[in-house]
């Protein structure tokens, strides 16, 4: 069961490695993230997370998909990194800045596949045809790892202002699963 919380956040930097996704293959995701386990990456950052006392996910991992430009148009960059405030981490990895949003953030309890795409199909699907307020806010998507089983998937959101937009962000959201 997927559960939804709207929060707000403060800015937050991430450090991380990059792939470019181009398309709507979802295995080019799973693919990436064997490749870091095996060459040592993602626990390399994990090490940089332990480092931080506070951080706006609570996260262990976390995967962003860099959608600012379009959301609806699913050919982005996707790191995988943790929160840090390290700037210096031997030009290993790259920093990104996540900026302050609102977000619906979908909760489920696992932490594989299965219970991140339960998390998406339930916020895109479901919460933004059926139940929401809000609109995509044109930032970075996020699925956020924990070292418990739980997995978290996040929006950044914005308020719909009138029923034109609305429907605008319904059509484009059918299309997303339509072709």
């Known amino acids: ?5 709207i929060t707000e956040k403060n800015n937050f930097d991430i450090i991380g ?9 979802n295995e080019q995701f799973g693919l990436f993230w064997d490749k870091n386990h095996e060459n ?10 332990m480092e931080v006392k506070y951080t706006e996910t609570n996260s262990s991992i976390i995967g962003l998909s860099c959608t600012e430009k379009n959301p609806f148009i699913r050919e982005f960059w996707f790191f995988i ?4 405030n390290e700037n210096s981490n ?11 949003y609102k977000w619906a953030i979908f909760k489920n309890n696992g932490n594989d596949f299965n219970a991140l795409m339960e998390c998406e199909m339930y916020a895109w699907k479901y919460w933004h ?10 930032g970075p998507e996020m699925e956020v ?3 418990e089983n739980k997995i978290e ?6 308020e719909i202002k009138n029923t034109q937009e609305w429907n605008d962000n319904i059509n484009k959201i059918r299309s997303m699963f339509t072709g």
């Open 129 to 138: 045809l059926e139940k929401s307020k809000y609109i995509h806010d044109n």
């Open 145 to 147: 790892y924990f070292n």
């Open 90 to 100: 031997n030009k290993i990895f790259e920093k990104y800045r996540i900026n302050a």
């Open 1 to 5: 069961m997927v559960d939804v919380l």
């Open 17 to 25: 490695t990059k792939t470019w996704i181009g398309g709507t293959e």
């Open 81 to 84: 990194g943790v929160e840090t």
């Open 153 to 158: 998937y996040w929006l950044p959101i914005k």
């Open 40 to 49: 040592g990456n993602i626990e390399m950052l994990k090490k940089y997370n």
